[in-house]
């Protein structure tokens, strides 16, 4: 049986990356993982998908990925700056061409400030890092789903455009 995560975006991606071969990790927050499980559905994953760290908290997010303590200080776990701060940490500390970070809200209730389905998505590649502003609608299986969806369909462009 085939793996239900596993979408046409992600198989084009791991040969996408395949072909350059080049490598990708991820720190997630509120999709906890479900990108890296995503991506490791496809068959021949193991050759790009170098790790995945799951910062659902802001202590994970410090120990894990790197992130300042500062910056969350000031901004927040749920903000660009975080967003970038975890694609530049998986990258590094998981030796990658390509980090993606993830935080947001799924809900059910908003989070400091931010109202349920605000995403943000931070990609970190060999030259510069983008940060993209999300702002999702659904349930908190939708919400992290569109997340996900949402990061193979930039990364793949970004990896492209390289």
């Given at each position: ?43 021949g994953a193991s050759v790009v998908l ?6 659902y908290t802001v202590e994970s997010k ?101």
């Amino acid at each position: 049986m085939d793996d239900p995560l596993v979408t046409d975006d992600a198989r084009a991606l791991v040969a996408d990356l395949t072909v350059r071969r080049q490598t990708v990790a991820t720190a997630e927050s509120l999709t906890a993982g479900l990108l890296a499980a995503t991506l490791a559905g496809v068959p021949g994953a193991s050759v790009v998908l170098r790790g995945g760290l799951v910062t659902y908290t802001v202590e994970s997010k410090i120990e894990l990925a790197g992130v300042a303590p500062e910056l969350l200080a000031d901004v927040g776990p749920v903000a660009g700056p975080t967003a970038r701060a975890l694609a530049v940490g998986a990258q590094q500390r998981c030796g990658a061409t390509w980090g993606v970070g993830l935080t947001g809200v799924a809900g059910p209730e908003p989070h400091g400030g931010h109202r349920v389905g605000t995403v943000f998505l931070g990609v970190a590649g060999p030259v510069d890092t983008e940060v993209d502003a999300l702002l999702l609608d659904g349930s908190r299986w939708d919400i992290r789903q569109a997340a996900v969806h949402a990061a193979l369909l930039v990364l793949r462009h970004l990896v492209e455009q390289q």
